[in-house]
């Protein structure tokens, strides 16, 4: 079965799993110019072996905005270092596997087989449509009591007390290092300083497919003032921009 951190069919450097950061951005998409992470130029379309694709036929990918998982990585993998300096260089990185994951998923993959694609934020604040969907695409049939299960097997209060009795996948903490902590879209900012989410957020801008710089940026009015001096297109101020 394929892992949550691989990219199906890929081949030569994109056939690793993408766990480690530091090394999956240096040895995939570390050199490509700016802006071209979700092109052929970048990823050409040899990159992935349709043949080589598993013997399933449907694949999901859920997104989330990359300061969220790096912070989130930060935790899981109880980093020994500083949260805002491990975010500050960390975040650029994470932003560019993820758009090459979106790009790997939305077009390479989309072109031979059934294919969604998630926003983790959209499964947080509305889960009974976001399982619904799920169930949907994997071609089940849950009933309404059975769909409640799931979301509150799945709720924060759930997953924190399996986390107190040892009982989540990986390793288990608490307090801060909690694995399971505020399950919120935006905890993150509240955990990474001013500086340090300015830089962050600055960071990963051109590094995000446009479909996640419309999903994680423009939507902000904190981001927006952040990333202002990148745009200086009149049809996006008069948008976008307050």
């Given at each position: 079965m394929t892992g949550k951190h691989?990219?199906?069919g890929g081949v030569g450097v994109f056939s690793k799993t993408l766990v480690d950061i530091d090394g999956s951005y240096r040895s995939t998409v570390?050199?490509?110019a700016e802006g071209t992470i979700?092109?052929?130029a970048c990823v050409p379309p040899a990159s992935l072996d349709h043949k080589a694709l598993e013997q399933v036929t449907r694949y999901m990918l859920i997104v989330r905005d990359p300061r969220a998982v790096t912070v989130s990585?930060?935790?899981y993998f109880d980093v020994q270092k500083d949260l805002d300096e491990y975010c500050v260089d960390k975040v650029p990185?994470?932003?560019g596997l993820t758009s090459l994951r979106?790009?790997?998923f939305d077009y390479l993959l989309r072109e031979t087989e059934p294919t969604l694609i998630l926003f983790y934020e959209d499964i947080l604040e509305d889960p009974l449509n976001s399982?619904?969907?799920i169930a949907s695409f994997l071609r089940l049939s849950p009933t309404i009591n059975e769909l409640a299960s799931v979301i509150e097997r799945t709720s924060s209060e759930s997953m924190k007390a399996q986390e107190a009795d040892g009982k989540l996948p990986g390793p288990n903490r608490s307090g801060s290092r909690a694995k399971v902590r505020s399950a919120t879209t935006d905890g993150f900012r509240s955990e990474m300083s001013k500086a340090a989410l300015r830089t962050s957020t600055r960071g990963m801008f051109p590094h995000l497919h446009p479909a996640l710089l419309a999903?994680?940026?423009y939507n902000n009015v904190e981001d927006l003032d952040i990333i202002r001096d990148f745009v200086t297109n009149s049809t996006f101020e008069r948008v976008f921009l307050p």
């Open positions: 691989d990219l199906p570390a050199g490509c979700w092109s052929p990585g930060y935790h990185k994470v932003a979106y790009y790997w399982i619904v969907r999903r994680y940026l």
